[in-house]
C-alpha cells in the first residue's frame, strides 16, 4: 500500500513498498483510508526498503483548488448567515406598529403580557440580527483571504519550478544592485538580509528541480 508522507512545509510524497516509473498512475491512501489517484514524478529517495516519490493529484486538485472550495464554502455560509440575519430583523419589527405608538405598559391589564413580550421579542431578535450580520461579514472576510489564497503557488506543485527560478532571478539582481549601490541600503543589515533572500530562493528552486524537474 502506498500512503502519504510529509517530506517538507506543502510537500507530501508517496511512501511506495514497490518501484514506480514516472508518469505512473498509483493510489495513495490517506490516514483516513481515502485513496487518491496520484501521478507519479520523480524518485526521491529510498530509505528501509520503501521508495519516496513526488507525486501529484490525478484529477488536479491541488493548493489552489483547495483555496477556492474553502472561499466558495465561506461565501456560502456568509449568504446563509446573511438571510438569518434579514429573517431576524423581520421578526423584530413584527409588532412595530403597535410599538411605535409609544403606548405605556399597563401593568395588571390584559395587555400586559403581550406588550412585554413584543417588546422582548423585538429585543432579542434585533440582537440576533446583528450577531448574525457580524457573522456573515466575518464569514466574507475569510472568504476574501481564501480567493487571495487561490493563486498561490507552492512546492507542492510542478509550476513550482518557474515560479521559484523568477524569484532567485529577482532575488540575485537585487543582491547585485545593493553591492554595486544600484540600490540603497535602508539600513546596516540590508547586504545581509539581500543575501539571505538569494540563499532561500536558491534553496527552494533546488528542491522545485529536485521535487519535479527531469
Same mark, same amino acid.
Given at each position: 500500500m502506498n500512503v502519504y508522507y510529509k517530506f517538507a512545509p506543502n510537500v507530501f510524497l508517496a511512501k511506495c513498498t514497490e518501484k514506480h516509473e514516472k508518469g505512473e498512475v498509483i493510489d495513495v491512501t490517506t490516514r483516513r483510508g481515502k485513496e487518491n489517484e496520484s501521478i507519479v514524478f520523480n524518485l526521491m529517495f529510498e530509505r528501509d526498503g520503501f521508495y519516496y516519490y513526488s507525486i501529484v493529484r490525478a484529477d488536479g486538485f491541488n493548493v489552489q483548488e483547495w483555496a477556492k472550495q474553502r472561499a466558495e464554502r465561506r461565501l456560502e455560509w456568509a449568504a446563509s448567515a446573511e438571510r438569518k440575519s434579514t429573517d431576524y430583523y423581520n $421578526?423584530?419589527? *413584527?409588532?412595530? /406598529?403597535?410599538?411605535?405608538?409609544?403606548?405605556?405598559?399597563?401593568?395588571?391589564?390584559?395587555?400586559?403580557? $403581550?406588550?412585554? *413580550?413584543?417588546? /422582548?421579542?423585538a429585543w432579542n431578535n434585533m440582537g440576533k440580527s446583528v450577531a448574525m450580520g457580524e457573522k456573515a461579514s466575518e464569514h466574507e472576510r475569510v472568504a476574501e483571504y481564501w480567493k487571495a489564497r487561490a493563486n498561490t503557488i507552492n512546492l507542492s506543485m510542478p509550476e513550482s519550478i518557474d515560479f521559484y527560478e523568477h524569484k532567485l532571478e529577482v532575488a540575485k539582481e537585487y543582491h547585485e544592485g545593493v553591492k554595486s549601490g544600484k540600490y540603497p541600503r535602508s539600513h546596516s543589515y540590508t547586504l545581509t538580509y539581500a543575501k539571505k533572500d538569494v540563499n532561500e530562493a536558491k534553496k527552494n528552486y533546488d528542491l522545485a528541480v529536485r521535487l519535479w524537474g527531469e
Open positions: $421578526r423584530s419589527n *413584527k409588532d412595530a /406598529d403597535f410599538l411605535s405608538l409609544g403606548e405605556p405598559i399597563k401593568v395588571g391589564h390584559h395587555s400586559e403580557r $403581550r406588550h412585554r *413580550k413584543a417588546i /422582548d421579542d
